[in-house]
């Protein structure tokens, strides 16, 4: 059993950065990888980052890339979310999910294991 926590959120003028952070406790040992999902209100989970834990590669969606960077702090299991240049249409809850095994894509169903969520709202 792997828990999630996320941090960071908050609110934002557009242009403005957030960190977000998701810390991992429990058997975290058999974690494939981490991914940062979110959802608007009315709208579907949307996968935006994701990150593979043992060799650091990664996933973006084109709806961050260039904005967003996804980094991990192994010792801390901790996986951030980094985002720059935020848009109004960013404003959403970001939630983090972990996968015990092999995630190829963003896909929801890939994840066995999900945070709680934190609010992100941008302002314009």
């Known amino acids: 059993q792997v828990e999630l926590v996320e941090s960071g959120g908050g609110s934002v003028q557009a242009g403005g950065s957030l960190r977000l952070s998701c810390a991992a406790s429990?058997?975290?040992?058999?974690?494939?990888?981490v991914a940062w999902f979110r959802q608007a209100p009315g709208k579907d989970r949307e996968g935006i980052y994701l990150?593979?834990?043992?060799?650091?590669?990664?996933i973006v969606s084109d709806s961050v890339k260039g904005r967003f960077t996804i980094s991990q702090d192994k010792a801390k299991n901790t996986v951030y979310l980094q985002m720059n240049s935020l848009k109004p249409e960013d404003t959403a809850m970001y939630y983090c999910?972990?996968?015990?095994?092999?995630?190829?894509?963003?896909?929801?169903?890939?994840?066995?294991?999900w945070g709680q969520g934190t609010q992100v709202t941008v302002s314009s």
């Open positions: 990150i593979y834990i043992r060799n650091g590669d990664t």
């Open positions: 429990g058997y975290t040992y058999g974690t494939n990888s």
């Open positions: 999910a972990a996968s015990s095994r092999w995630a190829p894509s963003l896909a929801p169903g890939n994840f066995n294991y």
